[in-house]
């Protein structure tokens, strides 16, 4: 099948070594979701992901990009920022999933709670927020998501692909399985 030229595509390839990623390396499918903590949308997909991820079939990996809509949610570039210095210290996924389970508590004051609560080093977490030390990288994610046409969130691809379809368990279930079903 030979991609049409207006079809939106992925321009910042997945990679192990800069990409959050969960899931087997072994997966078939890749799903990539450019994503804003503060997003009630981004909130719904998140329990929509974790229920295809529990499934705990080798059939997807999940990875997560950065895509604070800052004019509409204030906190979303700051809890950005708080999942990359969890990141940085191994705890990305485990703050990704407490900065969408307590969305409506996403002020300075609640990044460190949750930093607590992982038993991250706070000393090193409230410096790198400080001093801005993910600031870039999750610029570098919010401009390969406007390079590859991600407009608002969440915006979804699947190995490359943007995926403009429903995103219910159901729906997206299905999509994964044929795309697998097609290799």
């Given at each position: 099948?030979?991609?049409?030229m207006?079809?939106?595509?992925l321009t910042?390839?997945?990679?192990?070594?800069?990409?959050?990623i969960?899931?087997?390396?072994?997966?078939?499918?890749?799903?990539?979701?450019?994503?804003?903590f503060?997003?009630?949308?981004?909130?719904?997909?998140h329990f929509?992901?974790?229920d295809?991820?529990?499934q705990g079939s080798n059939?997807?990996?999940?990875?997560y990009r950065?895509?604070?809509?800052t004019q509409?949610?204030?906190h979303?570039?700051?809890?950005?920022?708080?999942?990359?210095?969890a990141?940085?210290?191994?705890?990305f996924?485990?703050?990704?999933?407490?900065?969408f389970e307590?969305?409506?508590?996403?002020?300075d004051y609640d990044?460190v709670t949750?930093?607590?609560?992982?038993?991250?080093?706070?000393?090193?977490?409230r410096?790198?927020l400080?001093q801005g030390?993910h600031t870039s990288r999750v610029?570098?994610?919010?401009?390969?998501g406007v390079?590859?046409g991600?407009?608002g969130t969440?915006t979804f691809?699947?190995d490359?692909?943007r995926?403009?379809?429903?995103w219910d368990?159901?729906?997206l279930?299905?999509?994964?399985?044929?795309?697998?079903?097609?290799r």
């Amino acid at each position: 099948m030979r991609r049409q030229m207006d079809e939106p595509m992925l321009t910042l390839p997945v990679s192990a070594q800069r990409d959050h990623i969960l899931g087997s390396s072994k997966a078939r499918i890749t799903l990539l979701e450019f994503g804003d903590f503060e997003c009630p949308h981004c909130r719904e997909a998140h329990f929509v992901l974790k229920d295809l991820m529990e499934q705990g079939s080798n059939l997807v990996r999940l990875v997560y990009r950065h895509f604070p809509l800052t004019q509409v949610h204030p906190h979303s570039q700051r809890a950005a920022e708080a999942a990359e210095a969890a990141g940085a210290q191994g705890r990305f996924w485990e703050m990704h999933d407490l900065l969408f389970e307590n969305q409506d508590a996403l002020d300075d004051y609640d990044l460190v709670t949750y930093a607590s609560a992982l038993g991250l080093d706070l000393a090193r977490f409230r410096l790198e927020l400080l001093q801005g030390t993910h600031t870039s990288r999750v610029r570098e994610d919010f401009l390969a998501g406007v390079r590859s046409g991600v407009k608002g969130t969440p915006t979804f691809f699947i190995d490359g692909r943007r995926y403009d379809g429903p995103w219910d368990l159901e729906s997206l279930t299905a999509e994964l399985e044929a795309m697998a079903g097609k290799r």
